[in-house]
């Protein structure tokens, strides 16, 4: 993209809020560059898009499609925060607890929780109706550093796009389809690979839930005073629109 | 290692690669990964990641001899029943399971493409068809006594043709030809005009037919080729779909059988209209049994000089074909996932922008069509856009292949002109006693009698071809579940909806048949249906839900027969009896309360 390309800016608007963009972002892009947040789990500042979890899907031009892989259109309207987006996004992430174990009393992410931070947001508040999937797959406690519990796991690929991308590993990959897809290891377990707890993937933002654990820290920051413990999930994208 | 060298170690032959790897061995070792990973400059995980995504590369040892049984509902009906019974007692394994000195696996798969001569069954490269409890037994008998799977077929089955050996193992029933494609078709004679033609009179050409996508989403093809060719690109490719994976859609088939050259004729023509000098054929790998057939096809049109260099002498006009062979993936029908199989990568749908023809195989501009698509283009290109467009109705124009099959008397391909009704066609395939047609596959439309006066073009029922005619005996609810299940199957797993929404809709089914559910339960069934609709990633999770909803909507009876009201405050969903079974059997006693029979 050449210079002047890039600082010809456009405008759209989110929910009827002017928004400005240049030319090659995505909705999500410049949404969040206008203090406008638009719920995600599977996307994460300086990762490449996934568009995998579908929580951020938004309405442009009366279509639904995710704003994270979705380049914003000079002129466009962009529904986000309506009833009907909403459903929808509980439904998503209602989806992904009962696909999953999250059982947040014994899960030591809880208040660190993307997930949990999400339904908080979304107003899950009602029991579900969603059968529940219960997985049963081993924990990896192989490294000396690192304990994995993918019956955590939300697929959303985090891990995977850091350790490739950031870390230049690969420590992390997808095996299986469709419901039997998962994140696995490069190798026969963590132990066998190149993983250290100073990467980038292991760090305590990229994994949203309770799946990478990094061991002996677990309740170091007491329930109470973690992250969403202070405000709602996007809380700091939102106050940059009322600075 | 040897295989990888084959494909030059290109990572992007991965399929390929794993493929062979599979043919000779049998599976995919976690050291032969680490070999692939090593040749191919990628991680084990990666590797793992294709061979784990394909339903028929394996990574626990397969038999000598894998046994591949359609376990589609039309093959069901057909009585597959009787025919896996009767593979089961001869190999003396069960279905799923290898035989402890490795000779043989037996294992289900979905549609394979022979719903019009069901049930029928794969044998490594082989198939075999219409079979029975008795035509099972003694094939199995044979192999069991070390008969090699071709001569099941023939017993000089190595001496026959390529064609000879492919209608000998499948029919091909063409019940009615039409003008387009099945009736004659004179040789190069579209792609002898298309040389005379500039690559934009090309494309005005196919735009002015009126010609669109035949592999059921209906995109315009001349704005496609439009499109590709306006791309300033280094390169640019023309991908064949051949992954006709929608249940009871066998169209394909018989066209890579009876009208390869019309084919290749094609693509060679959208070739010359967007500048290509590449071009892929991805046949499903359920239809291998193709491959020697139409690898001799693209070596005589080689010889010929229909491909290579300077086609038809003209100069610069270079194009070849390769055959990329898939491997068990429904999900590879989409364009984008066919080009991500294509590209040796797990066969995930890519996200759209870029389209493929701004950016597709290998980040250059692509030009995705089904294979009827382009056999009709090649004879566009001889008899003109009029001749075209005169047939069919307003908006879907031409002739469209029909596959019928299912619960009726002449199973098989139907070329008709678009407009004709769902009567009229059933009048032809001799059942016009039919309770319900699904139209299009599991994810068109299952109509009842009250519709079969609509029409089959693209604004009213759309279809890439299929036709599944049920009679009254059968279980609507059944149909549903197994249409369910294969979507559970098939979905990639990318995103949320599809993944996970898709098994959620499988258990409401399952608990209608099991007669648990209650009225909230059919709202539960739409909303649901509605949220992986509208957040689902392609066109697999926005178009998986519709067995429930087009049944919702056209045999609501159905469902409210299966529907109690909830009593006592305790819904009827709600099964005591598999609630407590679990505690029951750590406790190892039965309930003094819940057990009606229960005594000490």
Known sequence: ?243 | MEICETYANDRHRMLDILLDVQDRFRWISPKVMETVARQTGLSRIEVEGVASFYSFLSQTPKGRVTIRLCNDIVDRYAGLEEVAKAFEEVLGIKVGQTSNDGAFSLEYTPCIGMCDQAPAAMVNDVVLTKLTAETARSAAEALKAGTSPSKLVNERFDDLTAHEQATRMVDNNIRHAGEVLLGPVPEEAGLGKAVGLTPTQIITTVENSGLRGCGGAGFTTGRKWRFAASEKAEKTFVLCNADEGEPGTFKDRVLLTERPHLLFEGMTIAARAVGAKEGILYLRGEYVYLRKLLEGVLAERRRRGLLGKDILGVAGFDFDIRIQLGAGAYICGEEGALISSCEGLPGEPKTRPPFPVNRGYLGYPTVVNNVETFCHAARILDRGAEWFHAMGTEGSHGTKLLSVCGDCLNPGIYELPYGHTVWELLEMVGDEDAAAVQVGGPSGTMIARDSFHRRLTFDDLATGGAVIVFSGERNILEIVEYYMSFFVHESCGYCTPCRVGNVFLQKAIQKFRKGLANAEDIEYLKELSGTIIETSRCGLGMTSPNPILTTLKNFPLVYSAMTKPSKDRIRATFDIQSAIDDARRIAKRRSYIFDKDFSQ
């Open chain 1, 1 to 243: 993209m050449s210079g002047t390309e890039k600082e010809t800016g456009f405008t759209f608007t989110i929910d009827g809020v002017e928004v400005t963009a240049h030319a090659g972002q995505t909705i999500m892009e410049a949404a969040d560059e206008a203090g406008v947040y638009i719920p995600r789990l599977c996307d994460h500042e300086g990762l490449r898009h996934q568009g995998g979890c579908r929580v951020c899907t938004v309405k442009a031009g009366g279509r639904s499609v995710a704003a994270c892989t979705q380049p914003a259109a000079p002129g466009q309207a962009v529904e986000n925060e309506t009833p009907h987006l909403s459903k929808l996004r509980r439904d998503l992430v209602e989806m992904l607890f009962h696909e999953g174990n999250h059982l947040c009393p014994i899960c030591e992410a809880s208040g660190n929780c993307e997930l949990q931070a999400m339904a908080y947001r979304l107003e899950m508040v009602e029991p579900t109706k969603f059968p529940y999937l219960e997985p049963c797959r081993a924990l990896d406690a192989s490294h000396p550093d690192i304990a994995l519990d993918t019956n955590r796991c939300i697929s959303c690929g985090r891990c995977i796009r850091a350790s490739q991308d950031v870390d230049g590993k690969g420590v992390f990959g997808y095996v299986g389809r469709g419901i039997h897809r998962r994140v696995a290891v490069n190798g026969e377990n963590l132990a066998h690979t190149d993983a250290k707890v100073t990467d980038h993937a292991i760090s305590e933002e990229v994994c949203p839930v309770g799946c990478i654990i990094r061991k002996r820290v677990g309740f170091v920051t007491p329930i109470g005073e973690r992250e969403f413990d202070k405000g709602l999930i996007g809380h700091e994208i939102e106050e940059k629109r009322h600075d």
